[in-house]
């Protein structure tokens, strides 16, 4: 391995999840032309309720510095929405609004490719292919939705919270992805996609996938874990222990990104502490302090030793008014150029449509490739 590359394999067999460094790698295929691009990084996030902070300051925000290192896709992930009962409405509006979200926080249309899972018809053709493939027992060992189904009562569950794991393997194999951002609550997720790659290209690729005339014969590329490197997992702000979430019942959980002030300051207000003295970040026994005091430390931009000397000693009636002042300064910006963006419709329809067009190229690609793979005939054209 060349010294210039940072990237470890990561597999289920080793569990090793080590930050990439961007360098350059050959396009798609084993037997493709040696043409080389920049390493290719897809995430998304679902539109379900609102953008909160625990998504912009654990992924969203980290998508901005990427965008000037690598290859960037970056997708609303609306048909992932509909694995849990939903209201149409509100599906169609909070979709529009995260992706106005996403140019809100800094990702640029010049840089990156931002679109609509839905608008890209491969995502949803991939996974059937892929699901064809993949054995029941891979799915329900999948930790999500042992929860998520003992929650709502098995009976009741939707094959979509069975099988979306394939659909998500499908939105990072379609794209070639060399790397995917990646949390703990995902890691099983991309070892799916990562198995399915290798299984996929066992069943079909190589010398069967030559027999059958198809242009590449690694079908996919077996993506790698990226480990953002200052990532930040945000915690609920009722439970120091439980990650900030949109399916939380209370909104009194989460920060979401439009919050006005007036709310914001209510939250914090209202956010649960502890009965120590002083404040303290590297206390296990004190989650909820750990997770206000790091969140601070991110939208102020300071060091933790600095956050500690500067708020440290505060109690927290003292904390949470400064706390509440540094959350609202870091988010104006946000919520004004959010407003320009969700305003202008044609400006985002453009943004929209320029970004399905490019990644359907890339897309539909894989999918010709891997449709002949598996022996589908070309689609007839009238002439």
């Given at each position: 391995m060349s010294s210039s590359r940072s990237v470890v394999r990561?597999?289920?067999?080793?569990?090793?999840?080590?930050?990439?460094?961007?360098?350059?790698?050959?396009?798609?295929?084993?037997?493709?032309?040696?043409?080389?691009?920049?390493?290719?990084?897809?995430?998304?996030?679902?539109?379900?309720?609102?953008?909160?902070?625990?998504?912009?300051?654990?992924?969203?925000?980290?998508?901005?510095?990427?965008?000037?290192?690598?290859?960037?896709?970056?997708?609303?992930?609306?048909?992932?929405?509909?694995?849990?009962?939903?209201?149409?409405?509100?599906?169609?509006?909070?979709?529009?609004?995260?992706?106005?979200?996403?140019?809100?926080?800094?990702?640029?249309?010049t840089k990156a490719k931002i679109f609509v899972q839905s608008h890209v018809s491969a995502h949803a053709e991939m996974a059937w292919l892929l699901s064809c493939i993949t054995p029941v027992g891979w799915l329900k060992k999948m930790i999500q939705y042992k929860e998520k189904s003992r929650k709502a009562?098995?009976?009741?569950?939707?094959?979509?919270?069975?099988?979306?794991?394939?659909?998500?393997?499908?939105?990072?194999?379609?794209?070639?992805?060399?790397?995917?951002?990646v949390?703990?609550?995902?890691?099983?997720?991309?070892?799916?996609?990562?198995?399915?790659?290798?299984?996929?290209?066992?069943?079909?690729?190589?010398?069967?996938?030559?027999?059958?005339?198809c242009k590449y014969t690694r079908l996919f590329k077996v993506p790698d874990p990226f480990i953002p490197p200052a990532g930040a997992r945000v915690m609920?702000?009722?439970?120091?222990?439980?990650?900030?979430?949109?399916?939380?019942?209370?909104?009194?959980?989460?920060?979401?990104l439009l919050d006005p002030p007036d709310v914001i300051r209510n939250k914090i207000k209202k956010a649960k502490t502890d009965a120590f003295d002083g404040l303290e970040i590297d206390n296990p026994d004190r989650p909820e302090a750990r997770n206000l005091l790091s969140i601070y430390q991110c939208v102020t931009g300071m060091s933790q030793e600095a956050v500690l000397q500067d708020v440290g000693g505060m109690r927290w009636g003292d904390f949470k008014p400064v706390l509440t002042d540094a959350l609202v300064e870091h988010l104006r910006p946000i919520q004004a150029r959010y407003g320009e963006v969700i305003s202008d419709q044609t400006y985002l329809d453009a943004v929209l449509a320029d970004g399905a067009?490019?990644?359907?190229?890339?897309?539909?690609?894989?999918?010709?490739?891997?449709?002949?793979?598996?022996?589908?005939?070309?689609?007839?054209?009238?002439?």
């Open positions: 990561s597999t289920k067999r080793s569990g090793t999840f080590i930050q990439a460094a961007p360098d350059m790698v050959a396009q798609i295929g084993d037997d493709a032309p040696k043409t080389e691009r920049r390493k290719r990084v897809l995430s998304g996030v679902q539109p379900t309720g609102t953008v909160h902070l625990g998504n912009y300051l654990g992924a969203i925000r980290n998508w901005v510095n990427l965008q000037d290192m690598y290859d960037t896709y970056f997708m609303v992930v609306d048909l992932h929405a509909i694995t849990v009962p939903h209201t149409p409405k509100e599906l169609l509006e909070s979709t529009r609004n995260g992706a106005a979200l996403y140019i809100a926080c800094g990702i640029d249309p009562g098995n009976e009741e569950v939707g094959t979509g919270l069975l099988t979306y794991p394939v659909l998500m393997a499908a939105d990072i194999l379609l794209y070639q992805s060399d790397l995917v951002p949390g703990e609550d995902q890691k099983q997720h991309l070892e799916l996609a990562r198995d399915l790659a290798e299984r996929a290209n066992y069943l079909f690729g190589g010398k069967k996938a030559k027999k059958m005339g609920s702000l009722q439970d120091g222990t439980s990650k900030m979430s949109k399916s939380a019942e209370s909104d009194l959980s989460r920060i979401n067009e490019s990644a359907a190229l890339e897309a539909d690609a894989t999918l010709g490739n891997v449709r002949r793979a598996m022996g589908f005939p070309e689609p007839i054209k009238r002439v």
